[in-house]
């Protein structure tokens, strides 16, 4: 593509050197520059693009774009724009041909529930006959093609490219989570979204956003620049919700269980494997099993009913798609035990997550709880006590080990979490998590259940610059293939 082409819309304030060069493609990493790219130059929260310029002109890029302008080398375009976060999206809309007006986009966001509610909708659209891709923690998914994620939002640059893949691939459908990063940082700016879902908001990432009514407003900027014909699907028994419905101009679908709805559940019977609930919507009461455990489950299955209306799809077909959900990994995922003790691995790793977990857990654990989990590093501090706390009120034992400490002393994140604790309450504290996991399974008797959080489906651990490969699902079941008196 021409660079006029790519950049004729840009609200640029200055334009040196200009040559109508071919592009070829658009980058903010400088490791990722080939002969042909646009090199980006976007101020990050560590690091500042603009320091890898000269760099990106070594690999051969053939234009610029800054927040200021560069004395360089080579005579080379350089585009000077107000936010570089802006132009990327808009620079990387246009190379892709705008894809996100091809196909159904349907995103996701809210503290809790992003992943659960996306992996739901995603088995719904495929039950009534689509494919439909995935964007989001766990991994990405066009087709077959499963990429590991890197971030829960990739980059817009990554974002169009993915949704120009799928609509390529002829897949009708994109589900996607939407994080307060991403909604900041202008990565969704250029995503027309068929509908958006909210599925809760507790206090999470502070110290990055500061105030949670800057979270608020990270969310809500999803549902602001929603179409009158989308649909905006809101939590009715999510006090925030409100805040939502006042800044769309979408139609609104309601879900809840407490107060009024447009789609309701009333829980008829729970149990360690699955949950049965009475679905009501538009007059039409039906049966449905939800293939996991726990109230906020049933919330989050309500999420992907109601954007499976949205989408137009009937109720027989919503049910069916819910009811044959696969696992999703890490999230209330049972690890296989016959020791006469339950060992379940979540990725709970805020206070309301946890609490939330552990209140489902009580109802349907005959024997005692027994929790394993830390705090990561370099990540909300103010939240460490908050997670002590709720370890303290809704477990029967726990221990207190590593998350992923990155550039921290494991032993100090411990300290902020025991700030929580009560005074002479007994826990333990064993900085090594396999070694915490593996004191966890041998405490545990007959009806005990042991819930090992905060990583989920993560398949490693940070270890200061280190990644070391840990994965809790396959430690337990190597502890317990390795130990014959667990």
């Given at each position: 593509m021409k660079l006029s082409a790519l950049v004729h819309h840009l609200d640029s304030v200055g334009t040196y050197n200009f040559s109508d060069v071919e592009i070829t493609g658009i980058t903010n990493d400088s490791r990722k520059v080939r002969p042909g790219c646009i090199?980006?130059?976007?101020?990050?929260?560590?690091?500042?693009?603009?320091?890898f310029i000269k760099?990106?002109?070594?690999?051969?890029a053939q234009a610029i774009v800054s927040e200021e302008r560069f004395s360089l080398s080579q005579k080379i375009p350089q585009i000077i724009v107000c936010n570089t976060r802006k132009a990327l999206s808009s620079l990387s809309c246009c190379f892709y041909n705008n894809p996100s007006q091809k196909i159904n986009v349907v995103g996701v966001t809210g503290t809790n529930g992003k992943t659960t509610t996306t992996f739901l909708t995603k088995s719904v659209i495929e039950k009534a006959g689509y494919e439909a891709g995935l964007i989001g923690t766990i991994n990405y998914?066009?087709?077959?093609?499963?990429?590991?994620?890197?971030?829960?939002?990739?980059?817009s640059v990554e974002l169009q490219r993915?949704?120009?893949?799928?609509?390529?691939?002829?897949?009708k459908f994109a589900v996607m989570e939407v994080s307060s990063h991403s909604a900041i940082q202008h990565r969704i700016e250029n995503i027309n979204f068929k509908t958006a879902v909210f599925t809760n908001i507790t206090t999470e990432h502070m110290d990055y956003h500061k105030t949670i009514s800057n979270y608020m407003d990270a969310k809500v900027k999803l549902f602001k620049d929603l179409k009158k014909d989308s649909f905006?699907?809101?939590n009715a028994d999510d006090e925030s919700s409100g805040y939502f419905a006042d800044r769309t101009s979408a139609k609104i679908l309601w879900y809840g269980i407490k107060n009024n709805a447009d789609i309701k559940a009333e829980i008829c019977k729970e149990s360690t494997s699955n949950i049965m609930i009475k679905l009501n919507y538009s007059g039409r009461e039906i049966d449905m099993?939800?293939?996991?455990?726990g109230l906020h489950n049933v919330y989050n299955s309500l999420a992907s009913v109601a954007s499976a209306i949205s989408l137009g799809f009937e109720l027989d077909i919503i049910k069916a798609g819910i009811e044959t959900a696969p696992v999703v990994p890490g999230r209330l995922e049972a690890v296989p035990c016959k020791r006469g003790f339950n060992v379940v691995v979540d990725y709970a790793h805020t206070p309301h997550a946890l609490e939330t977990v552990l209140h489902s857990l009580k109802n349907l654990v005959k024997g005692r709880i027994l929790l394993v989990f830390g705090c990561g590093g370099d990540r909300d501090k103010e939240k460490r006590s908050m997670m002590g706390k709720v370890a303290d009120e809704n477990s029967d034992i726990f221990w207190l080990t590593n998350d992923n400490p990155r550039s921290e002393d494991p032993l100090n994140i411990i300290e902020d979490i025991k700030a929580g604790i009560k005074p002479g309450r007994i826990f333990y504290i064993q900085k090594d998590r396999r070694t915490a996991i593996e004191e966890a399974l041998a405490e545990a008797k007959s009806d005990d259940l042991v819930l090992i959080a905060g990583k989920g489906h993560e398949k490693h651990q940070i270890i200061k610059d280190t990644i070391i490969p840990f994965d809790d699902r396959e430690v337990v079941k190597k502890i317990l293939s390795n130990n014959s008196d667990i």
């Open positions: 090199f980006v130059a976007i101020k990050g929260y560590k690091t500042d693009g603009h320091n760099k990106s002109l070594e690999s051969g998914q066009v087709g077959k093609k499963i990429i590991p994620a890197q971030e829960t939002t990739p980059e993915l949704i120009s893949e799928m609509v390529e691939a002829k897949i905006a699907i809101l099993k939800i293939p996991f455990m």
